[in-house]
T-cell receptor, first 113, second 114 residues
């Protein structure tokens, strides 16, 4: 079965620092990959998604992710984080038996002003 | 896109009682998903709810504990029955788009069982 691993449980950065959050999925073939963000007290929102084509995907709020098929990875990046990026970030892939998303455990990002 | 209203947003319940969570979507959808997010854990699918048929449960989840209703294409409920402190979690409703292009989520229900 498909699974998703997120390597960092909690990341603490200062404003303007660069961010990279790791995500690996378990097997290849055609994959639909997502990053979702959950701001404190809010619902999950889509940051970006990859289905095919250019492996460098740009999302909202300056985030991007790179799909590297040989590494089964889909890491999230942002060159310069802001305090408002404080949130929990989830990597996900379609692969469940019911056509559902399979999520990583999430990475909590805390940005110090 | 789809807008999902989920309620209650949070509740504190006594063990042994039941709580019903409601999920309302602003458009008709075929499949609705119920997830659980336990503290420090990932989102885990509980079941898939299709209108007009029994819900399909994932391994480890049973209908007696998590009965689901899906009376029409815009609404679903999940009941957490005979609650224990281990049921303390965030419960989320989700709907998907055709061809798996995106999934949308309600704001979640934070349940604490005491």
């Amino acid at each position: 079965a498909q699974s998703v691993s997120q390597h960092n449980h909690h990341v603490i950065l200062s404003e303007a620092a660069s961010l990279e959050l790791g995500c690996n999925y378990s097997y290849g073939g055609t994959v639909n990959l997502f990053w979702y963000v959950q701001y404190p007290g809010q619902h999950l929102q889509l940051l970006l998604k990859y289905f095919s084509g250019d492996p460098l995907v740009k999302g909202i709020k300056g985030f991007e992710a790179e799909f590297i098929k040989s590494k089964f990875s889909f890491n999230l990046r942002k060159p310069s984080v802001q305090w408002s990026d404080t949130a929990e970030y989830f990597c996900a892939v379609y692969g469940g038996s019911q056509g559902n998303l399979i999520f990583g455990k999430g990475t909590k990002l805390s940005v110090k002003p | 896109s789809a807008v999902i209203s989920q309620k209650p947003s949070r509740d504190i319940c006594q063990r042994g009682t039941s709580l019903t969570i409601q999920c309302q979507v602003d458009s008709q959808v075929t499949m609705m998903f119920w997830y659980r997010q336990q503290p420090g854990q990932s989102l885990t699918l509980i079941a898939t709810a299709n209108q007009g048929s029994e819900a399909t449960y994932e391994s480890g989840f049973v209908i007696d504990k998590f009965p689901i209703s899906r009376p029409n294409l815009t609404f679903s409920t999940l009941t957490v029955s005979n609650m224990s402190p281990e049921d303390s979690s965030i419960y989320l409703c989700s709907v998907g788009q055709p061809a798996n292009t995106e999934a949308f989520f309600g704001q979640g229900t934070r349940l604490t069982v005491v």
